[in-house]
Each structure stands twice: as C-alpha cells, then as structure tokens.
C-alpha cells in the first residue's frame, strides 16, 4: 500500500468502492422484496383472541374443547336494536323480519332472534359469523343491513365478540401508514437538528427503512411458515423499534466516522477506523436487547412469546444495517455526507479525541456536566437517586390488573356503545357466556351449581343442534356429548369484559370444580382473567432472567463485575421512577381506568434493555479512554465525547415510540408514553448525571477485579499520560 500524504493512504480499489457497492446493492434488492411485503403482513396477521391467549391456561383447554362441539368455527355477532320507548306490536313485527335479511348475507350460520328485553326497549339478534370470512368487512355488512332496515328513530349496534374484534382491527389500521409516517418525520427533523446537514439525516433514514424492510421480509416469513403468530401489537412495535435502535446504531456510527475523518483524508480508513471503534459497542447493545426480547420466549402469553422473535428479527436487521449499510455509504460518499458542514482535518497535535460530539451548541453544555460530576460527584449522585426514589413512589397508584375490552378502544366505536345498550336492557354477558366443560356423567349436578352460582343469569346444557357459541339455547334436545364432555353456557349478569364478571367466573370455578374437579371453566370472561393472571406470573419470572442476562453481557463487555452491577441497578431504579410518572399521568391527567396486565412487563423489557444501551456506549468509551488516561479522567473523557450523540439517540428513540400514541389503543398509548419518557430520564438523568457521578466517586475500584481497577496501575496511566481530572476539566477539549 501507498502512502499518498499523512493520514492518507491508498487503499485497494475492491475495498474503496467495489465492497461498498455490492453492499448498497444487496441492502437495495433486500428492500426491493421487503417493502411490497408490508402490504401482505395482513395474510399472515391475527388480531383475534386466539393470537393472545395464555398458552397453558384453563381458559385455553375451555376453548380447545369447545371447538369440538362445533361444525365450524365461528364468531358471534350481537345486533341490538335499542329505542327511547317501548317497542310497538308493529315496530316488533317490522324488527322480527329484519331475520331473514340477515340470513340472507350468509356470514355463517342461522340467526338467533328477535330476542326482546324484559323492559320492552331493545331487542337483541345473535348473528354468528364464520371466522374463516373477513370479520370487519362482514360486521359492517351486519351494520349496514341493520341501520336501513330498523325503524326511523332507533338505534342500532353490533357488538359481542365480532363487533368488538372489527373495531379493533379498524383502530390498528393506522399501523401500516401513519404509525410509520409519523416516526420517519420525527426522526428526520431531530435528524435535521442535530446534523445541520441535507445529506446525512436521509442516509440515517435509509439505514432505518431497509432495515425495517429486511425485518418485515424475515418476520413475513416465520410467519408464514408458522414458527410465530404475528398480531397487530407486535406489527406496530417491530416497526417502531427497527426505526428506532437502527437510528441509534447510525448515530453512534456517525460520530465516530466523523471523529475519525479529523484524522485522515482517506474516508475509507475513516470508514474501517470508525467501523472498529463501534462494532463493539453496537454489537453488545444489540446482543443485550435480542437476548432480552427473547426472554419473552419464558412468557406463558401467546402475544408475549410472538413479540420475543418478531422484535428480536427487528433488532437484528437494525443490527446488520449499521454495521454494512451505513458504513457502505459514509465510504461511497465520504466528507460529502456532512455538507454544508464537513469536518476538518485537525493538525497532527491536535487530533486527541475531544471532549463534544462536534455538534455545534453541545460544548457549554458537557464542559458544565464534566465540571459539575468532577467537583460534586456525591452530591450529584445522591441527589439523582433520591429523585429517582420519589418518582418511584407513584408505581404503587399503577392499576395494571387489565382493563375492559371496551375500554381498549379509545376513539368511538359502535361495538363499545352496544355493550352499553346491551347492559341497559339485558343481562350484560349475553352473545358472551362463559363455558363450563363438565363429565357426561355429573352434567345435571354441574348444571345446577352453574345456576345456582352469584353472578349467573341463566345456564342450559348444549343441545345436538345448538350453537355452542351464543348466549341463546338452542331447540330441546338430548345434550350433545363429545369425548364424554358435554357443554354448559353461561350467561352472566356483568358485561363479559368486566372487573365483576371476572370475580363471577373466579367464583363459578370454584363451586363447580367442587362438584367436577376435571370442569373446566372458559368464555371471553375466563381468558380475559387468565391473561392478567398470566401477565402478572410473567412478571416475576421474565424479569429476573432479563436482568441476569444483561448482567452477563455487561461483564463480558466492561471486563468488570462491580460496574455492570451499578449500571443494571441504576437502569432498574430508572424503570421504577418511569412506571411510577406513568401512573400518574395515567390515573390523574389522561384518566385511564387501569392499564393491561402485560404494561409493566413490555416497559421493563424496553425501558431495561434500551436504557443499558445507552450505559454500554458510554462506558465502553469510557474503559477506552480510562485505558489511555486513567478512570477519572476517562469518566469525563467518555462523558464528553459520547454526551451529544447519546442525547440525540434518546431523543429519537422516544420521539419513535411516541409515535405509538397515534394508534388509538389504550396500550400502545400507554406503552408509548412509558419508553418515550423512560428514555429521556434514562438519557438525560441516569446517563449523564447518575452513572458518571457515582463511577467517578469510586474511581479505578469501579472496574474492579479486572486489571483496570487497580488504583496503582491508574495513577501509573495518569502519570504516563499527565492526565488529570483537573486537566480533563479545563483543557481545551471543553474549550
């Protein structure tokens, strides 16, 4: 190789231009073949209770045996018709012919009604359809019959499990477009801020969308052959979080190339020397959170399990784009990148990593930071964490034991005000009863314990003939037995998504496993428990094995026991006071009811993993610049070099997941509003007050037992170097 000039070499033509151009190339044809397949994700979607049972649960064995007693698979709609006043002869005679319209769209099989209500207000039709037909258009059909053919002044509803299920496929609707529309604007805006350049920000883009199409391609394809269950939660957190880390990945990756080009005028030995410096650091952020998300794989949820490997797909192409893509380009177009502003080649004597970002704006800034931790480094930690103890206060307030389907839903639907209706005229649980599967032999004794039972409206013994699904019994008849099992539905008095509809079912298993110990007790009611149930169990069994995870990882990385410690105890106390904030903007400002059982554990699992993310960038600077000036220097060299682009990772990645707050579904806002601020603590408190301020009051013992934490062998680098703290402080790095 050829030395042209000092800091430039030659490099080989294959290395300068042809690698770089083949990997554009096969990121483009990747791209090519993923993007069309965002638009098929529905073929291989569900937003069906089936893509969110707990696995394991009774609920679940209910309903495995439930679809024996069934011919096909179908899912009830309840039509209700309500008015001001009690309906007139004629107005019954007018409803009662509205059946055979029904009947007549063929959604599945034979209308149950006109049902009326003991007050005379409402009547009430069951229709079932076939789950193997498109619920929301067939619902909307039931809509539509229903509206024009009920009387001039009343109201008309579909509601009951297919009702609800259309309206909340409508509210994920946004996830294809607007979801990612409005997260690729945030993020070219703070892209545009922080870069002050046309360029760069588009090139940061492009990483992030091919690596989104990489991921939808792979996630399509798991999919498809079956090894996940793909649902609309999981749809819009894949996207959310592939936009989000791969912009974090290229923004570390483009501080130190542009670190690196103040050096050399050789953009590809910029390119290598910046690719070193960062594939640590980016590889171990991504090991630590496709490793926590997998530990989603231990949940009991199916939504839980099917999250795990979907977004674990998602980090691993946000990986792969950051490490090949980006540097790929920064090589094809070098300085050029960075116009109007490209950086300059320092003198030889100048070119010491500096203490800033080289953003323009963020030196006061991190030069007051150093200052502050390198002169009150307790005060500075004691504080932080005591301010993180009194948010942490407020996680007590959170209700995270579920919450009413029909309050998932937060804009209007109609399928919410006909449970509404439903409750004002009917018993609630009807077109939803809850399912008892008994022994053929204790079928009349079961049955009278279920009517028996607090909570209970009504309750017969599936008929040959009936449908299995509804609230109605079907003609008399001799009980339909399957594999020695016979079928009992229950109507109950509560709504079937209620708090007191499931201290109802709660109540009924107990009295009827009295009589059956083998009864199984099943129906929207018992998988909506079974769930929250589940969720909580996940919580005490997911979390540690993420934290013991990560805790390897960082060992492994820092070469240290006693700082990865630190890091994972101050990541968890910034999810407390997180979760804590939340459940007081949930509770007293946003005036949710509760939130999803599975909340705390989807933030631990971002907020943790994420929030190390950031604590792996800058200690890892940290331990390199400790090895070249010793710990307390370093601490403030690391801080200052890492603290803008850090800054500028979390900002975008809670302005990405805020951008969940666009799909009207009570737990993606939640969610959003959860990593979205946990975030910005974890970036602007733990990150940069917090973790330096306390390494910095142990010193060289923080790396303890490796090498580094010998207090002998740093005064020994400080005195090789003449690096001091003080030094560190005024020199002209925080000029």
């Not at 099989?109 to 258009?137: M, R, T």
């Not at 809670?654 to 990593?675: D, H, K, N, R, S």
Request: net charge negative; charged share 15%.
């Amino acid at each position: 190789m050829r030395t042209t000039s000092k800091g430039s070499e030659r490099v080989p033509f294959w290395l300068r231009w042809l690698l770089p151009v083949i990997l554009v190339l096969t990121w483009l044809a990747l791209a090519g073949l993923g993007g069309p397949t965002f638009g098929r994700l529905e073929e291989v979607s569900s937003n069906d209770q089936a893509s969110f049972l707990p696995a394991g649960a009774e609920a679940t064995e209910a309903q495995d045996w439930q679809a024996k007693f069934r011919d096909s698979d179908e899912v009830p709609g309840v039509i209700v018709i309500e008015s001001s006043e009690a309906f007139t002869p004629a107005q019954l005679g007018e409803v009662a012919g509205l059946r055979a319209e029904l009947e007549e769209l063929q959604l599945g099989s034979a209308v149950i009604g006109p049902i009326p209500s003991e007050d005379g207000k409402a009547v009430q039709f069951i229709a079932p359809i076939d789950s193997s037909a498109e619920v929301k258009e067939a619902v909307q059909e039931l809509r539509d019959t229903v509206a024009g053919a009920a009387p001039e002044g009343m109201r008309t509803f579909v509601t009951g499990p297919a009702g609800l299920a259309a309206d909340l496929t409508a509210a994920f609707a946004g996830i294809d477009g607007i979801l990612l529309l409005v997260a690729l604007a945030a993020v070219f805006v703070i892209l545009l801020v922080v870069y002050r350049s046309l360029l760069l920000p588009v090139m940061v883009l492009l990483t992030s969308v091919f690596a989104l199409c990489a991921a939808i391609l792979l996630v399509f394809g798991m999919a498809k052959a079956g090894w996940i269950q793909l649902n609309g939660q999981s749809q819009g957190i894949l996207s959310i979080l592939v936009i989000g880390a791969a912009t974090d990945y290229a923004l570390l990756y483009v501080a130190r190339f542009r670190e690196a080009l103040t050096h050399t005028t050789n953009r590809t030995a910029a390119v290598l020397t910046a690719w070193k410096a960062s594939f640590e650091p980016i590889l171990a952020s991504g090991a630590t959170v496709i490793i926590a998300l997998l530990c989603l794989l231990f949940s009991d949820l199916n939504s839980n399990k099917a999250l795990g490997p979907v977004a674990a797909a998602g980090i691993l192409c946000s990986l792969f784009a950051a490490l090949t893509l980006l540097p790929a380009l920064m090589a094809l177009l070098g300085r050029a990148a960075f116009w109007p502003f490209r950086p300059k080649l320092l003198p030889a004597d100048q070119r010491e990593p500096e203490l800033v970002t080289g953003l323009e704006g963020h030196k006061g800034l991190w030069r007051a930071t150093g200052s502050l931790v390198s002169r009150r480094p307790r005060v500075v930690w004691i504080a932080s964490v005591l301010l993180l103890l009194v948010a942490s206060a407020g996680v007590l307030q959170l209700k995270a034991n579920g919450v009413p389907q029909t309050d998932v839903i937060l804009t209007a639907s109609n399928a919410v005000d006909g449970q509404d209706a439903l409750a004002r005229h009917f018993d609630a649980g009807s077109g939803s009863p809850a399912v008892v599967v008994a022994d053929q032999g204790k079928a009349q004794e079961v049955l009278d314990t279920v009517k028996a039972a607090d909570g209970v409206g009504e309750a017969y013994l599936l008929a040959r003939g009936s449908v299995p699904i509804t609230g109605a019994p079907g003609a008399p008849g001799a009980p339909d037995v399957r594999d020695g099992k016979v079928l009992i539905n229950a109507t109950l008095n509560s709504a079937a998504d209620s708090l007191e509809a499931e201290e109802a079912v709660k109540a009924l298993r107990a009295d009827v496993k009295s009589v059956d110990p083998e009864a199984l007790v099943g129906g929207v009611t018992a998988t909506a428990l079974d769930t929250n149930t589940t969720a909580q169990r996940d919580l005490v069994i997911i979390i540690p094995v993420v934290l013991v995870v990560i805790l390897f990882i960082l060992m492994l990385l820092l070469r240290s026991i006693l700082a990865p410690l630190l890091l994972v105890l101050s990541v968890v106390l910034s999810y407390a006071a997180a979760m804590g904030v939340s459940a007081f903007v949930f509770n007293n400002i946003l005036g949710f009811p509760g939130a999803d059982a599975t909340v705390p554990l989807f933030g631990f699992v971002f907020l943790v993993a994420l929030g190390v993310d950031y604590n792996i960038f800058l200690m890892s600077r940290v331990r390199e610049e400790s090895l070249k000036h010793g710990t307390r220097p370093g601490i403030l060299r690391g801080l200052g070099v890492t603290g803008g682009v850090i800054t500028s990772a979390g900002v975008v990645l809670a302005a990405t997941f805020a951008a969940l707050g666009v799909i009207p579904i009570m737990f993606l806002v939640q969610l959003a509003f959860i990593v979205a601020f946990g975030v910005l603590l974890d970036t602007v408190l733990v990150r940069s007050l917090l973790v330096p301020a306390l390494a910095y009051d142990i010193g060289p013992r923080i790396w303890w037992p490796g090498k580094l934490g010998r207090p002998e062998l740093d005064a020994a680098i400080q005195r090789e170097t003449g690096g001091s703290p003080e030094r560190v402080v005024e020199g002209a790095g925080h000029r």
